[in-house]
C-alpha cells in the first residue's frame, strides 16, 4: 500500500510562485501515472495535471497551462508541481494522486481513474 504526503503549500500574493512535493512511501509509483488535483470550497474537485510514469509525457488543465509545470524524480519515490503566475482562483486545496490507468484525456480528469490520494496541502493565493 502507498501513502502519500504532500508538502508545501501556504500564503502567496497574486502573481507569486510556489513548489508542491508529493513524496510516495511503501512502494514506488514509478510505474504510476502521478496526478495533481486541487478542491476549492464549495466546488467540485478538479483536475490540475498530470506526468506518466516515464516523466516525458504531461497533461494540463487549460486553466493551469503555462503556469504550472507538473514533475517526478522517480529516483526519489517524489512528484512536484511548480506554480507560478498564482491567481485568487488558485486557491485551494492540492492533493496528489498516483495510479495505473490509461492516458487518455477521459481518464486523466476524472479522480475515480485513480488509486491512492494523499491528505491534501492549502494553497491561499491573497494580497
Known amino acids: 500500500q502507498v501513502q502519500l504526503v504532500e508538502s508545501g503549500g501556504g500564503l502567496v500574493q497574486p502573481g507569486g510562485s510556489l513548489r508542491l512535493s508529493c513524496a510516495a512511501s511503501?512502494?514506488?509509483?514509478?510505474?504510476?501515472?502521478m496526478g495533481w488535483f486541487r478542491q476549492a470550497p464549495g466546488k467540485e474537485r478538479e483536475f490540475v495535471a498530470a506526468?506518466?510514469?516515464?516523466?516525458?509525457?504531461?497533461y494540463y488543465a487549460a486553466s493551469v497551462k503555462g503556469r504550472f509545470t507538473v514533475s517526478r524524480d522517480n529516483a526519489k519515490n517524489t512528484a512536484y508541481l511548480q506554480m507560478n503566475s498564482l491567481k485568487p482562483e488558485d486557491t485551494a486545496v492540492y492533493s496528489c494522486?498516483?495510479?495505473?490507468?490509461?492516458?487518455?484525456?477521459?481518464?486523466?480528469?476524472?479522480?475515480?481513474?485513480?488509486?491512492?490520494w494523499g491528505q491534501g496541502t492549502q494553497v491561499t493565493v491573497s494580497s
Open positions: 511503501g512502494r514506488t509509483v514509478s510505474s504510476d501515472t
Open positions: 506526468i506518466r510514469r516515464s516523466g516525458v509525457d504531461t
Open positions: 494522486t498516483a495510479g495505473t490507468l490509461p492516458w487518455d484525456a477521459s481518464s486523466l480528469l476524472s479522480p475515480r481513474a485513480y488509486d491512492t
